[in-house]
C-alpha cells in the first residue's frame, strides 16, 4: 500500500511537473506579444520625436537673429527641441565625415547654417508635418525645409501593419495556449476520476470537490507564470546587455504590464481548464468512467 501511494505521488508529481513547464511555455509566447504591442507604441513614439526637420537659413542671417529665431521655436507648441548650427560648425562635422576640407578647393564655406528641429511625437505625422513646413517657409530668413516624409509613412505604415500581425497572433496562441493547457489538465483530471466518483458516491457537493483541482490549478497558474516571467525578464536583460539603448524604449510601465498580463493568462486559463474538466467527469455516469 505505502509503496502504491509513492507511485501514485510520483506520477502526480511529473503530471504537475509537465503541467507547469508546459503551461509556462505557451505563456512566454503570449507574454511575448504582449511585450511587442506594448513595445511598438513607443517605437513609434520614440521614431516620432527623433524625425529631424532640418531648416537651412540664409547667408545673410547672423549668428544673433539665428539664435532669437531658435528662441521663438523652442516657445512654439509642436517643438520638442531646437538645436542651431552654424555654418563653421556644419563645415567641421563634413570636414570630419569625408577626410577633406572642402573650402580649400572651393575657396568658400558651402554649408549654410541650419536649426535642427525636433516635433513633439503627436506632430509628427504628414498633415502636421505640411503645415508647419509651410509656416516656416513664410519667414524671409528660412530659404528650405527638409525632412524625411516618406521615412514617417513608413514607420507608421509598418507599425500599423505589425500591430494587426500581433493582433491575429495573440487570438490564435489564446486559443492554442487554451487546448494545449486544457488536455494537460484533463490528462491530470482523468487519473483521479474515480476519487471523484467516490467523493460524489459519500454525497460531496459538487464545489467540495472541485475546490482542491482549482486551488491545484491556481497554484500552477501562479507558478507557470513565475518561469515565464523570469524567462521573459532574462530574454529583455539579456537584450539589454548587447543593446543598452534599448531603453528608450522599453520602460518599467511595459515590463509591469507585461508580466501582470502573464499572471493574469496564467490563472483565468489553468482556472477554467481545470473548472471545465472536472465538471466533464462529476457530470459523467458511473458506467461511462471504465469506457474512457
Known amino acids: 500500500m505505502k509503496r502504491r501511494k509513492e507511485k501514485t505521488g510520483r506520477r502526480q508529481g511529473v503530471q504537475l511537473m509537465t503541467l507547469c513547464i508546459s503551461t ?3 505563456l512566454v509566447l503570449l507574454g511575448l506579444v504582449v511585450f511587442s504591442v506594448q513595445t511598438s507604441r513607443n517605437l513609434s513614439h520614440w521614431v516620432k520625436e527623433n524625425l529631424t526637420v532640418t531648416i537651412v537659413l540664409n547667408d545673410e542671417v547672423s549668428v544673433g537673429d539665428a539664435k532669437r529665431f531658435q528662441q521663438d521655436l ?10 542651431y ?7 567641421k562635422e563634413q570636414t570630419d565625415a569625408m577626410g577633406s576640407d572642402p573650402s580649400e578647393f572651393l575657396g568658400m564655406n558651402p554649408f549654410p547654417a541650419t536649426l535642427e528641429l525636433q516635433l513633439h511625437s503627436d506632430y509628427a505625422n504628414a498633415d502636421s508635418l505640411a503645415w508647419i ?10 530659404t528650405d525645409v527638409a525632412y524625411q516624409v516618406d521615412l514617417m509613412d ?84 539579456a537584450l539589454y546587455y548587447y543593446e543598452p539603448n534599448i531603453l528608450a524604449i522599453i520602460t518599467w510601465r511595459e515590463l509591469v504590464i507585461t508580466a501582470l498580463a502573464v499572471l493574469v ?14 465538471n466533464r467527469f462529476l457530470r459523467m455516469p458511473a458506467g461511462e468512467l471504465y469506457k474512457i
Open 154 to 237: 513608413s514607420v507608421n505604415r509598418n507599425l500599423a501593419k505589425l500591430n494587426i500581425l500581433l493582433l491575429v497572433l495573440a487570438v490564435l496562441l489564446t486559443f492554442i495556449s487554451f487546448s494545449l493547457i486544457n488536455n494537460t489538465v484533463r490528462l491530470s483530471v482523468y487519473s483521479r476520476r474515480f476519487l471523484i466518483h467516490t467523493m460524489k458516491l459519500v454525497g460531496a457537493s459538487w464545489g467540495f470537490i472541485r475546490r482542491p483541482f482549482m486551488r491545484q490549478g491556481a497554484l500552477v497558474g501562479v507558478i507557470a507564470a513565475l518561469i515565464a516571467i523570469i524567462v521573459l525578464g532574462g530574454g529583455i536583460y
Open 24 to 26: 509556462s511555455m505557451v
Open 85 to 91: 548650427i552654424s555654418r563653421e560648425q556644419a563645415l
Open 265 to 278: 493568462f496564467g490563472l483565468v486559463i489553468t482556472l477554467t481548464c481545470s473548472y471545465i474538466s472536472v
Open 133 to 142: 513646413s509651410d509656416e516656416l517657409r513664410k519667414n524671409p530668413e528660412v
Open 74 to 83: 523652442v516657445r512654439r507648441p509642436f517643438s520638442k527641441d531646437v538645436l
